[in-house]
């Protein structure tokens, strides 16, 4: 069973930033995107926690749509190197950036332009110790 933290934080201004950590998974667990978008798209740029084809894969462009998965986190022991996040303490993250899915009406070529924003420490990855 995952154990899963959400991590709400408000600035000044009154914006409030949200951060999901998964502290601990196993072979049963499965993860979910949504998005009230249908061009959402995410990309992990270096590691990801999936090996499965079809899902979200290293330095690939993902159209999360409306909902994509469930997807098995397969890869919680990968060479992501931990990092010690103040507060918290050493974890293993998987960082994605989010952004629009966006196809060249020339070469049809795909591309992927990033969204503003953020996910706090850790960049709103995922964590598996």
């Avoid at 499965?30 to 899902?55: E, H, L, V, W």
């Avoid at 994605?96 to 996910?119: Q, R, Y």
Wanted: proline content about 9%; charged content about 20%; glycine content about 12%.
């Amino acid at each position: 069973m995952a154990k899963i933290e959400y991590r709400i934080v408000v600035d000044a201004n009154g914006n409030a930033t949200v951060t999901t950590e998964v502290r601990e998974t196993d072979d049963t667990d499965q993860i979910t995107f949504t998005s009230n978008r249908t061009d959402t798209a995410i990309r992990y740029p270096k590691d990801s926690q999936f090996t499965d084809p079809g899902s979200p894969l290293p330095n690939e462009i993902f159209l999360v749509g409306m909902k994509a998965g469930p997807f098995a986190p397969k890869n919680r022991h990968s060479a992501a190197p931990p990092r010690n996040l103040p507060g918290i303490g050493m974890r293993r993250l998987y960082h994605f950036d989010c952004g629009a899915e966006n196809t060249s009406l020339i070469t049809h070529a795909k591309d992927f332009v990033p969204w503003g924003g953020g996910g706090g420490p850790g960049g709103g990855g995922q964590d598996f110790p």
